[in-house]
């Protein structure tokens, strides 16, 4: 009998921040197994957003530089022009990259930049207290839209991989989802499908991750998974947008 | 024959693991851990198949598989 799952070594034995059921865990974990597949360990730099997954650089037995709030693309394009050498990814919820970040995500797509970022999208700003966020999902209640979201007044939700998947720039976009082991596998192999265009050298690649909130969401972490398929899969349809790898 | 131990210090209790398991070998215990949760645990586990989808889907990455 021999071990056939054990922690990622990228990934540090210390216990997280997270509340119990959110999906940041489980995303750490296969993007840490994605590290460990390509043997970057040692040459990655992550660049941290702010939001739940600030703490990154306590998670990831990686280097990790810190970058203001929506800045990540912006100081991960410093990081792979200073060192191309370097695996370069960042990791950004929704109020991070498709809120204040919406310029540098854009812009260092567009540019074509040899990074991965992984976007978690879990409909609310989750550490500062489940405000409204671009992404949240018409009709949904959060702190800042008590009466939910309202599509006249407040828009709709924004859909990151399809939006980006337009840019000339970008070589890889897709959407995943974590909330039952049929997506979680599928995650799991976008995820490292993205990590080899940067090993390829073959430019920008971006994977959006549908994560629950179940704190800011008011449910259980059943119920919290449950929502991911039957209500914001409909309306972030999983799949790949762009795949420039294989034509 | 397959097995899985789960570290009851770091499970967290939310259970995503029990509805993952396609034997549904895993059951929240009524025994409270040190960070205030009600751990995870296979008492039965001659049924494990060492699919390894409740460790994969852990959050916590409390669970190991052997197999």
């Given at each position: 009998?021999?071990?056939?799952?054990?922690?990622?070594?990228?990934?540090?034995?210390?216990?997280?921040?997270?509340?119990?059921?959110?999906?940041?865990?489980t995303?750490h974990r296969l993007?840490a197994d994605?590290?460990?597949?390509?043997?970057?360990?040692?040459?990655?730099?992550?660049?941290?957003?702010?939001?739940?997954?600030?703490?990154?650089?306590?998670?990831?037995?990686?280097?990790?530089?810190?970058?203001?709030?929506?800045?990540?693309?912006?100081?991960?394009?410093?990081?792979?022009?200073?060192?191309?050498?370097?695996?370069?990814?960042?990791?950004?919820?929704?109020?991070?990259?498709?809120?204040?970040?919406?310029?540098?995500?854009?812009?260092?797509?567009?540019?074509?930049?040899?990074?991965?970022?992984?976007?978690?999208?879990?409909?609310?700003?989750?550490?500062?207290?489940?405000?409204?966020?671009?992404?949240?999902?018409?009709?949904?209640?959060?702190?800042?839209?008590?009466?939910?979201?309202?599509?006249?007044?407040?828009?709709?939700?924004?859909?990151?991989?399809?939006?980006?998947?337009?840019?000339?720039?970008?070589?890889?976009?897709?959407?995943?989802?974590?909330?039952?082991?049929?997506?979680?596998?599928?995650?799991?192999?976008?995820?490292?499908?993205?990590?080899?265009?940067?090993?390829?050298?073959?430019?920008?690649?971006?994977?959006?991750?549908?994560?629950?909130?179940?704190?800011?969401?008011?449910?259980?972490?059943?119920?919290?998974?449950?929502?991911?398929?039957?209500?914001?899969?409909?309306?972030?349809?999983?799949?790949?947008?762009?795949?420039?790898?294989?034509? | 024959?397959?097995?899985?131990?789960?570290?009851?210090?770091?499970?967290?209790?939310?259970?995503?693991?029990?509805?993952?398991?396609?034997?549904?070998?895993?059951?929240?215990?009524?025994?409270?851990?040190?960070?205030?949760?009600?751990?995870?645990?296979?008492?039965?586990?001659?049924?494990?198949?060492?699919?390894?989808?409740?460790?994969?889907?852990?959050?916590?990455v409390?669970?190991?598989?052997?197999?």
């Amino acid at each position: 009998m021999q071990q056939v799952f054990k922690r990622p070594q990228s990934l540090k034995d210390v216990q997280t921040h997270f509340c119990p059921g959110c999906n940041h865990g489980t995303i750490h974990r296969l993007v840490a197994d994605a590290l460990d597949l390509f043997g970057v360990q040692q040459t990655t730099i992550g660049v941290a957003s702010v939001g739940c997954s600030v703490f990154l650089y306590g998670y990831f037995d990686v280097d990790v530089v810190e970058a203001p709030h929506g800045r990540a693309p912006a100081v991960a394009t410093g990081v792979k022009r200073a060192r191309p050498d370097r695996f370069v990814f960042t990791y950004q919820g929704d109020g991070d990259l498709a809120a204040i970040g919406t310029s540098e995500i854009i812009h260092a797509a567009n540019r074509g930049e040899d990074i991965t970022v992984i976007f978690v999208n879990n409909t609310t700003y989750g550490m500062t207290g489940g405000q409204m966020a671009p992404t949240t999902l018409v009709g949904q209640k959060t702190s800042t839209s008590p009466y939910g979201r309202n599509k006249a007044k407040d828009g709709s939700p924004i859909r990151m991989a399809e939006l980006l998947a337009q840019l000339g720039g970008v070589a890889f976009s897709a959407r995943v989802a974590v909330d039952s082991p049929k997506h979680l596998m599928d995650a799991k192999k976008q995820i490292r499908e993205a990590f080899r265009f940067q090993v390829e050298g073959k430019g920008f690649s971006f994977v959006e991750v549908l994560s629950s909130c179940p704190t800011n969401w008011g449910v259980t972490p059943l119920e919290g998974n449950a929502r991911v398929g039957a209500e914001m899969i409909p309306y972030f349809p999983l799949g790949i947008f762009k795949n420039q790898g294989n034509p | 024959m397959a097995r899985i131990e789960i570290d009851e210090s770091r499970c967290k209790g939310c259970g995503i693991c029990t509805i993952a398991c396609p034997k549904k070998l895993i059951t929240l215990c009524d025994k409270v851990n040190i960070q205030g949760y009600t751990p995870a645990e296979a008492l039965n586990q001659e049924q494990c198949t060492g699919c390894a989808l409740c460790a994969e889907i852990c959050p916590d990455v409390a669970i190991i598989v052997f197999k």
